[in-house]
């Protein structure tokens, strides 16, 4: 069956910097884009970043722009997201997602049809 499995995420300190990975199996990982959402306790998950499924296109949330960098690798079946200059606010929830539109980058939930469990990250001021 489908599976994505995130890891890395943790403790860390403002200006400080995480890698999460994210495992996948069950489907044909190098035609699917990929993407991390996050979310806040009290608020909406929202986009944080997405890779299409050859790696040569990318697309992050302005809030992100410049502090982190999605990439894949379409032998291990793993994405991961390098995150640095982390702030407070940047605490939540991370979930990787796979989404069968593959050419080109997704922003949106609803063209995600596979989503992983989630890891937290929290970060302190």
């Known amino acids: 069956q489908v599976q994505l499995v995130e890891s890395g995420g943790g403790l860390a300190q403002a200006g400080g910097s995480l890698r999460l990975s994210c495992v996948t199996s069950g489907f044909t990982f190098s035609t699917y884009t990929m993407g991390w959402f996050r979310q806040a306790p009290g608020k909406e998950r929202e986009f944080v970043a997405s890779?299409?499924?050859?790696?040569?296109?990318?697309a992050y949330a302005d809030s992100v722009k410049g502090r982190f960098t999605t990439s894949r690798d379409n032998v291990k079946n793993t994405v991961y997201l390098q995150m640095n200059s982390l702030k407070p606010e940047d605490t939540a929830v991370y979930y990787c997602?796979?989404?069968?539109?593959?050419?080109?980058?997704?922003?949106?939930?609803?063209?995600?049809?596979?989503w992983g469990q989630g890891t937290q990250v929290t970060v302190s001021s």
């Open positions: 997602a796979a989404s069968p539109l593959g050419s080109v980058v997704r922003t949106l939930r609803t063209e995600y049809a596979y």
């Open positions: 890779i299409n499924r050859s790696g040569s296109n990318t």
